[in-house]
T-cell receptor
Framework: GAVVSQHPSRVICKSGTSVKIECRSL??????MFWYRQFPKQSLMLMAT?????????EQGVEKDKFLINHASLTLSTLTVTSAHPEDSSFYIC?????????????FGDGTRLSIL | SQKIEQNSEALNIQEGKTATLTCNYT??????LQWYRQDPGRGPVFLLL?????KEKRKERLKVTFDTTLKQSLFHITASQPADSATYLC?????????????FGQGTTLQVKP
């Protein structure tokens, strides 16, 4: 149980393109979803916390107009990287938890490798 | 400043031995601490959660300790196997007032040799 599907797994596109990444909880309803970015050999850096039906909460230094998050239902959140540039190339990972509180494990998707040429 | 630190050097051990990984933190007061396993190119997988009032937690060959005085958690894998080779991440969970978000360490890579 607690399976999270993330799509696509890899994207290669030209600079200036907008890229949408989907995160779905397949067998549970996720009140809260999280979006992370991970550079090689580094930790997961939280970008934003997404709650169904409300605006996402972004971490300090993350541009909300650059990284658009939509949490339309209890099973789907999307991250759109707008007008992507090479410095946005990274490994983006989503996770979901059953409720937005402590004492809950997070269930992760398998990530999206984004490469901007 | 607030920090969470794991040994960035890879840990190499022989199959059958016990692997011990360390997670230290500064200027945080986590209510819980979680451990995850991450394989290359994959998302992390949850392993164990331990509360601040628990000193030790076990699950099969895994054992986690949590010392809030030392601000340290130790993660042990007994009778290690080559299949245990992966990167292990500790994460601080600040509790219910924090919407469940986690603060991750950079991870320690474990290599178990046959």
């Amino acid at each position: 149980g607690a399976v999270v599907s993330q799509h696509p797994s890899r994207v290669i596109c030209k600079s200036g393109t907008s890229v949408k990444i989907e995160c779905r909880s397949l067998d549970f309803q996720a009140t809260t979803m999280f979006w992370y970015r991970q550079f090689p050999k580094q930790s997961l850096m939280l970008m934003a916390t997404s709650n169904e039906g409300s605006k996402a909460t972004y971490e300090q230094g993350v541009e909300k107009d650059k990284f658009l998050i939509n949490h339309a239902s209890l099973t789907l959140s999307t991250l759109t990287v707008t007008s992507a540039h090479p410095e946005d190339s990274s490994f983006y990972i989503c996770s979901a938890s059953l409720k937005g509180s402590g004492n809950q494990p997070q269930h992760f998707g398998d990530g999206t490798r984004l490469s901007i040429l | 400043s607030q920090k969470i630190e794991q040994n960035s050097e890879a840990l190499n051990i022989q199959e059958g031995k016990t692997a011990t990984l360390t997670c230290n933190y500064t200027n945080y007061s986590p209510a819980y601490l979680q451990w995850y396993r991450q394989d290359p190119g994959r998302g992390p997988v949850f392993l164990l959660l331990i509360r601040e009032n628990e000193k030790e937690k076990r699950k099969e060959r895994l054992k986690v300790t949590f010392d809030t005085t030392l601000k340290q958690s130790l993660f042990h894998i007994t009778a290690s196997q080559p299949a245990d080779s992966a990167t292990y991440l500790c994460a601080l969970d600040l509790g219910s007032s924090n919407t469940g978000k986690l603060i991750f360490g950079q991870g320690t890579t474990l290599q178990v040799k046959p």
